[in-house]
C-alpha cells in the first residue's frame, strides 16, 4: 500500500503559479509511475501529467498541458507539479496518482488539493 499526501494548493488571482508538491508516504518514488490528476466540478477527471520510472533515479516526464511542467526530487523523495499563467478554468482539485511499473491503472491516490483561481 502506497500513501500520497498533496500539499501546495490554495486560492490565486488569473496569471499566477503554484506548485504542487506529493510525497509518498514510507516509500520511494521508484519504481512507480507517478501522475498528476485534477478535476473541476461537473467535469470528469482528466490527467494534468506524469512521470514514469526508467531505472536508477531516473523518469521520464510527459505533461499534458503546456502551461504545467511535472518533475521529481529523488533526493526530496518528492513528485511537484509546477503551474504557471493560471486560469480560472484550471480550477479543480489535484490529484497525486501511483501506480507499479507491472499494471496498467492508476492503483495508489491522494487525499486532493484543492486549487481556486480567480479572474
Known amino acids: 500500500q502506497v500513501q500520497l499526501v498533496e500539499s501546495g494548493g490554495g486560492l490565486v488571482q488569473a496569471g499566477d503559479s503554484l506548485r504542487l508538491s506529493c510525497v509518498p508516504s514510507g516509500r520511494t518514488l521508484s519504481p512507480f509511475t507517478m501522475g498528476w490528476f485534477r478535476q473541476a466540478p461537473g467535469k470528469e477527471r482528466e490527467i494534468v501529467a506524469e512521470?514514469?520510472?526508467?531505472?536508477?533515479?531516473?523518469f521520464s516526464a510527459t505533461s499534458k498541458k503546456d502551461r504545467f511542467t511535472i518533475s521529481v526530487s529523488v533526493i526530496k523523495n518528492t513528485l511537484y507539479l509546477q503551474m504557471n499563467n493560471l486560469k480560472p478554468e484550471d480550477t479543480a482539485v489535484y490529484y497525486c496518482?501511483?501506480?507499479?511499473?507491472?499494471?496498467?491503472?492508476?492503483?495508489?491516490w491522494g487525499q486532493g488539493t484543492q486549487v481556486t483561481v480567480s479572474s
Open positions: 496518482a501511483a501506480h507499479r511499473p507491472s499494471v496498467v491503472e492508476y492503483e495508489y
Open positions: 512521470v514514469k520510472w526508467i531505472g536508477g533515479d531516473t
